[in-house]
Each structure stands twice: as structure tokens, then as C-alpha cells.
């Protein structure tokens, strides 16, 4: 990652620069401490990440399959650190299923 390229700040909520994971938009314990296990401490170490990637090792620390929302989640974050505008997590659900279809196709075959 080019770090001149970094952003030096992510906007959180209130309009204020973000200091802790808590302070972004879409985030609240929870999410923060999946962010934690991910080793991401700050807002700003969300630049560069790929959020698929993100949801697959969260998986994997885990042991359990995660809520396909929470790789929208990812989507809202990694976005807003690489300078786009704060949306809602939702906001990102229809990309979600258009870019990566269904993530765990083998649930579906056990209904």
C-alpha cells in the first residue's frame, strides 16, 4: 500500500474525523470488536482492505459463517476510508449479491 496516498482521516459520525472504530458510521460494539479481531485498531487501517477478504477471514477466526450483511458492512467501511461519502450499509446489499452471488451456496442445498 502506497501510504502517500493514505488518507488522513475517515469521517465519522457528527461530522468529525474518526478516532476510534466506534466513531464511524455503521459500526457499534459488535462490529467493532469483528474489526478488532481483524487487527483493525483505527479507522484509518481500513484503508486499502478488501472487504471480501475481510468477511472471509472473519469467518474463518470465527468458526462460524457470518450474516451476508456484515460483508456490506465491510463494503460501507473500506469505501468511506478510500474517500467516498458515508452511506448506510445497506446502501451497498444489491452490489453485494451482484459482485460476489451467493456466499454460501451450500446453505441453500440444505433448506
Sequence with gaps: MNVSN???????KRGRMAERLEDLP?????TAGDLRLLGIEHPLDLYGRDPLAMYRQL????GAR??????????ALTRLAAGDPPKPWWH???ERKQRYGELHPEARKRR
Design 6 to 12: 493514505r488518507p488522513i482521516g475517515v469521517p465519522g
Design 66 to 75: 457470518q450474516d451476508p450483511c456484515v460483508l456490506d458492512v465491510f463494503i
Design 26 to 30: 455503521n459500526v457499534g460494539q459488535e
Design 59 to 62: 469467518e474463518i477466526l470465527t
Design 92 to 94: 451497498y446489499t444489491a
